[in-house]
């Protein structure tokens, strides 16, 4: 079965641009979460969504949003980029939460995001 | 913010040798997960361990969890050169969302053929 994917695997872009990163969740899976990885440090919690609408945001500012589709992909797109935006974008999946289910979340290879 | 820290941030060892990642945290929590990444890809899932949990092994992997103390260890027995890579220890909250993991800094792991 195929994991988690996420697209474009890097991404160059200058301050001030708009970014689009996707991701795919595991076939059976409702729940996407996304995570920004800055060098050095562990992934930072930015959003999850189940049945395309968002449960949780972390301490990011507006300039980041996501939406969740009808099959349960995802985009998170940033707005406004800044140098500090630089980092390695995770995307994870899980299944909904029910009585007995383990709360596995699923990464994939991540979107590195450089911006000059 | 980070949950907590994970101890050492750096090991080095010899193959063959045991190693001993440490996790501390913060907050009452649901569940530990522990995850390995290999030169900043994705994170692989090795391990969880529920709050009502005090040990759990997989394969060469054994994990503890002491909610008194909010740390948790993970030891990876007879360790190979595959298994360097960082290892990061990620806690889901009581109160948060199940999709919402806080991680730690994570503990970079070396081991030497």
């Known amino acids: 079965d195929a994991g988690v994917t996420q697209s474009p695997t890097h991404l160059i872009k200058t301050r001030g641009q708009q970014v689009t990163l996707r991701c795919s969740p595991i076939s059976g899976h409702k729940s996407v979460s996304w995570y920004q990885q800055v060098l050095g440090q562990g992934p930072q919690f930015i959003f999850q969504y189940y049945e395309k609408e968002e449960r949780g945001r972390g301490n990011f500012p507006d300039r980041f949003s996501a939406r969740q589709f009808p099959n349960y992909s995802s985009e998170l797109n940033v707005n406004a980029l800044l140098l500090g935006d630089s980092a390695l974008y995770l995307c994870?999946?899980?299944?909904?939460?029910?009585?007995?289910?383990?709360?596995?979340?699923?990464f994939g290879p991540g979107t590195r995001l450089t911006v000059l | 913010s980070q949950q907590g820290e994970e101890d050492p941030q750096a090991l080095s060892i010899q193959e063959g040798e045991n190693a001993t990642m440490n996790c501390s945290y913060k907050?009452?929590?649901?569940?530990l997960q522990w995850y390995r990444q290999n030169s900043g890809r994705g994170l692989v899932h090795l391990i969880l361990i529920r709050s009502n949990e005090r040990e759990k092994h997989s394969g060469r992997l054994r994990v503890t969890l002491d909610t008194s103390k909010k740390s948790s260890s993970l030891l990876i027995t007879a360790s190979r050169a595959a298994d360097t890579a960082s290892y990061f220890c990620a806690t889901g909250s009581s109160g948060g969302s199940q999709g919402n993991l806080i991680f730690g800094k994570g503990t970079k792991l070396s081991v030497k053929p």
């Open positions: 994870a999946s899980s299944l909904p939460r029910l009585a007995g289910a383990e709360d596995t979340q699923y």
């Open positions: 907050t009452s929590i649901n569940n």
